[in-house]
């Protein structure tokens, strides 16, 4: 179990484009998600988490007005990158926490989201 | 911002061997994590070691724990080729609210 399925799994578009990613937990309901960025043989960075039903909270130095956050349902969280640039290409990975659960559980992470602005 | 810092940053080893990966982090934690990634793909949760714990076992997995040192270890045993992947330590730091910090990883290749 603890299935994430993120879509699409990669995006090339103009610059301007705004792009949607989507992540859903397909066999638990997650009343926290994380997204997350991450270069080229790089490590992730955390970029917000989103709650159902609230606001996102979003890391120091990420413009939450360009990186969307919606997570309208126990199972669907969204990131809109809005009016994309090159230096927005990058690989975008959510993780979702099982609801319910403790403390001292692990996340689960979608297959991630390849974006390419041309 | 990064808390663990893994080594080595690449490790080459011949399969059946066995591969030891280590993390060190800054500030206390409720738990580290280890996870994989393959190429081009999502991250794959190996173990969780709660602070409390030392040590723990899952497969040809062994993780250790030394919050006295504010370092883990990861050990692989009997390595197989499909163990090459990229190796992640995530702390999950006290008062972060599940949040994980990651470590830069490290790369493992595994030569048949």
């Not at chain 2, 206390?28 to 040590?55: F, P, T």
């Not at chain 2, 330590?89 to 493992?108: M, V």
Request: some cysteine; charged content about 20%; aromatic content about 8%.
């Amino acid at each position: 179990g603890a299935v994430v399925s993120q879509h699409p799994s990669w995006v090339i578009c103009k610059s301007g484009t705004s792009v949607k990613i989507e992540c859903r937990s397909l066999d638990f309901q997650a009343t926290t998600m994380f997204w997350y960025r991450q270069f080229p043989k790089q490590s992730l960075m955390l970029m917000a988490t989103s709650n159902e039903g609230s606001k996102a909270t979003y890391e120091q130095g990420v413009e939450k007005d360009k990186f969307l956050i919606n997570h309208a349902s126990l199972t669907l969280s969204t990131l809109t990158v809005t009016s994309a640039h090159p230096e927005d290409s990058s690989f975008y990975i959510c993780s979702a926490l099982r609801q319910g659960r403790s403390s001292n559980q692990p996340q689960h992470f979608g297959d991630g989201t390849r974006l390419s602005i041309l | 911002s990064q808390q663990g810092e893994e080594d080595p940053q690449a490790l080459s080893i011949q399969e059946g061997e066995n591969a030891t990966m280590n993390c060190s982090y800054k500030t206390s934690i409720n738990n580290l994590q280890w996870y994989r990634q393959n190429s081009g793909r999502g991250l794959v949760h190996l173990i969780l070691i709660r602070s409390n714990e030392r040590e723990k076992h899952s497969g040809r997995l062994r993780v250790t724990l030394d919050t006295s040192k504010k370092s883990s270890s990861l050990l692989i045993t009997a390595s197989r080729a499909a163990d090459t992947a990229s190796y992640f330590c995530a702390t999950d730091a006290t008062g972060a609210n599940s949040k994980l910090t990651f470590g830069k990883g490290i790369t493992l290749s595994v030569r048949p």
